[in-house]
C-alpha cells in the first residue's frame, strides 16, 4: 500500500473509531436516562404502594370506633356470594329468625339477649369474617361490638340490619 492509501486506511479507522466513541458516549447517556427514569418509577410505585396501605380502604366497607366494620346490605350480599369463609349471625330472637320475615339464608341464630352464653359455640369462628345483623343497626351494632370485644377479629355488622336487608330487596330463608 502507498503512503496516501495508508494514510486514508487510518483516517477512516480514526473516523469510524470516533463514530463509535461518540455512539458509545451516546448509549451511556440513553442508559444513565433510562436508569433515572426506572428509579423514578420505583420510588413512585413504593410511595404508592405505602400511601394504599395506609390511606385506602375497601369499597363500601367502614371501620367503626367500637373496632368492627359496617357494610351495606348489598356489600354484605356479595361477601356471602364471593367468600366460604363468612359465618353470617343472626341476633333477632328466635321468633323472628323462625318467623314470616325469615332470615339470611345461611345465617346462624344467635339472639343477642343469650350471645354471651353462646360464645363458648361462636369461638370456633373466631378467625373468620363474621357477618353480624339483627332486626335494625342498633342491636347488630351491639352484637358486632360484644364480639369484637370478646375477641372476633373480622367482625362486620351489616348496616340497617335484617329491614334494610328486605327494603333492598334480597333473598330470605323462612323456617316454616
Not at 34 to 61: D, E, H, I, Y
Not at 116 to 121: M, N, V
Request: aromatic residues 6%; proline residues 3%.
Amino acid at each position: 500500500m502507498t503512503d496516501s492509501g495508508q494514510q486514508t486506511a487510518d483516517s477512516r479507522q480514526r473516523t469510524t473509531g470516533s463514530r463509535y466513541r461518540v455512539l458509545d458516549r451516546t448509549m451511556n447517556k440513553v442508559s444513565c436516562c433510562l436508569l433515572s427514569v426506572v428509579c423514578c418509577l420505583s420510588v413512585v410505585c413504593c410511595l404508592s404502594v405505602v400511601f394504599c396501605l395506609t390511606a385506602c380502604r375497601t369499597v363500601g366497607v367502614s371501620r367503626t370506633a367500637n373496632g368492627f366494620a359496617e357494610v351495606s346490605p348489598m356489600i354484605a350480599a356479595e361477601m356471602i356470594l364471593d367468600s366460604n369463609q363468612v359465618v353470617v349471625l343472626d341476633v333477632r330472637t328466635p321468633e323472628q329468625y323462625r318467623g314470616p320475615e325469615g332470615h339470611i339464608g345461611g345465617a346462624l341464630s344467635a339472639p343477642f339477649d343469650s350471645i354471651e352464653r353462646q360464645l363458648p359455640e361462636l369461638l370456633p369462628y373466631q378467625g373468620q369474617t363474621v357477618l353480624v345483623y339483627g332486626e335494625t343497626s342498633n342491636d347488630g351494632a351491639l352484637a358486632a361490638k360484644l364480639l369484637t370485644v370478646a375477641g372476633f377479629r373480622n367482625v362486620v355488622h351489616i348496616n340497617g340490619g335484617m329491614q334494610a336487608w328486605i327494603e333492598r330487596g334480597y333473598r330470605v330463608v323462612n323456617s316454616r
